[in-house]
């Protein structure tokens, strides 16, 4: 069994917060790469943002997550804050070209299932890194969806819930307690 367990979801659909509630029951989550690579471009002044060199930034984001992705054995059960597929995303809303994208996502493979949340205006806010609309997460979340169908995942809709209760939907469906 792939023992690569991807949570994702459009921006602001509650991920981090689930995954900030799992991490403290100790499982071994991979955070997204997309915040520290603004960030840590930002406090330099560097191009790989995605208002400067969106290419750079999903070139970025491509080579850290990859780098996570090898660097991580597949011995004990890891949950990761997004995946090689979602860069596709990144990479189609910003009209790149997807071939590479694609193909790497298709050589790495993690886990077949994947648990998806999805867009929640109720809980929707807008930060110094998130800057889209809801409608355009939204109009994200559909580009998710296709993108993971195409690559022949099984989507698993997280519910909107509280937060316990999407993690306990998720370590159900994981057969952990909880």
Excluded at 38 to 66: H, I, M, N
Excluded at 153 to 161: F, N, Q, R, T
Excluded at 162 to 170: G, L, N
């Amino acid at each position: 069994m792939n023992k690569k367990i991807i949570i994702t979801g459009t921006m602001g659909s509650g991920k981090s917060s689930v995954l900030n509630a799992i991490s403290k029951d100790e499982h071994d989550i991979v955070p997204e790469c997309a915040r520290t690579i603004l960030a840590e471009q930002r406090a330099f002044g560097g191009s790989g943002v995605p208002d400067k060199d969106p290419s750079l930034f999903c070139e970025l984001l491509l080579s850290r997550t990859l780098h996570q992705y090898k660097n991580n054995k597949d011995v004990s059960l890891t949950i990761y804050d997004r995946g090689l597929p979602d860069i596709i995303g990144y990479a189609k809303w910003f009209n790149l070209e997807l071939s590479h994208f694609k193909s790497c996502a298709k050589q790495y493979r993690y886990n077949n299932t994947v648990f998806l949340l999805e867009p929640w205006q109720e809980i929707y806010v807008n930060d110094d890194e998130r800057k889209m609309t809801f409608k355009e997460a939204e109009l994200f979340h559909d580009d998710l969806v296709n993108i993971y169908k195409e690559l022949n995942y099984e989507l698993l809709i997280v519910p909107k819930a509280s937060i316990q209760e999407r993690v306990a939907f998720i370590y159900r469906k994981l057969g952990f307690i909880k």
